[in-house]
């Protein structure tokens, strides 16, 4: 059974930085893609960044310059490093990983509140 646990959310002032990370554990089949998706309040869940096993990553426009993701295969982990947080970037933010074998499993989420 794959398990990806989700840390690093939380409340922060407008300007602000955090830092996801989210690991997998369980059953590790190849990972193919790994990646953090957010949902705001009365919208849709929405791509903030992927990265695949090649090393390519690609934004949403609204993120670009200001988050980084970046993976540590050793292990199993993604990191969505978020700087100059805006009110904007509030929401629930799930990382989902894609597995060669199995396909695409979802983190339970994690908040991330801005404060202006």
């Known amino acids: 059974q794959v398990q990806l646990v989700e840390s690093g959310g939380g409340l922060v002032l407008a300007g602000g930085s955090l830092r996801l990370s989210c690991a997998a554990s369980?059953?590790?089949?190849?990972?193919?893609?790994m990646g953090w998706y957010r949902q705001a309040p009365g919208k849709q869940r929405e791509l903030v960044a992927h990265?695949?096993?090649?090393?390519?990553?690609n934004y949403a426009d609204s993120v670009k310059g200001r988050f980084t993701i970046s993976r540590d295969n050793a292990k199993n982990t993604v990191y969505l490093q978020m700087n100059s947080l805006k009110p904007e970037d509030t929401g629930v933010y799930y990382c989902?990983?894609?597995?060669?074998?199995?396909?695409?499993?979802w983190g339970q989420g994690t908040q991330v509140t801005v404060s202006s």
């Open positions: 989902n990983v894609h597995f060669t074998a199995v396909g695409a499993y």
């Open positions: 990265i695949i096993s090649g090393g390519s990553t």
């Open positions: 369980g059953i590790i089949f190849s990972i193919n893609a």
